[in-house]
């Protein structure tokens, strides 16, 4: 049994989901959209125009035009080595 966090005054006491107990955390959302998207990569490589789709879908989700990292990228390094 894991203890309740401790309310504060927006939120009620009692078990509380880890997504509202971290809301105040989380400053830059865009980098939990990142986590996420990463976290969801399948285990082997993907192939190039997978990597693409990827690349496209994560950076609507983040609002952008169009992602395109550089090779030396770590998320460029992460799709190519996975």
């Not at 971290?22 to 490589?45: G, M, N, Q, S, V």
């Not at 192939?47 to 609507?60: E, I």
């Not at 609002?63 to 390094?77: G, K, S, T, V």
């Amino acid at each position: 049994m894991t203890a309740s966090p401790t309310p504060t005054p927006t939120s009620p006491p009692g078990p509380a989901s880890p997504a509202l107990t971290c809301r105040d955390l989380i400053t830059y959302p865009e980098t939990l959209t990142l986590a996420t998207a990463l976290d969801r990569l399948p285990p082997h490589p993907l192939a190039h125009t997978q990597q693409t789709a990827f690349l496209h879908r994560l950076a609507d989700r983040l609002r952008l035009p169009r992602l395109a990292p550089a090779d030396h990228d770590l998320l460029w390094q992460r799709l190519y080595a996975r």
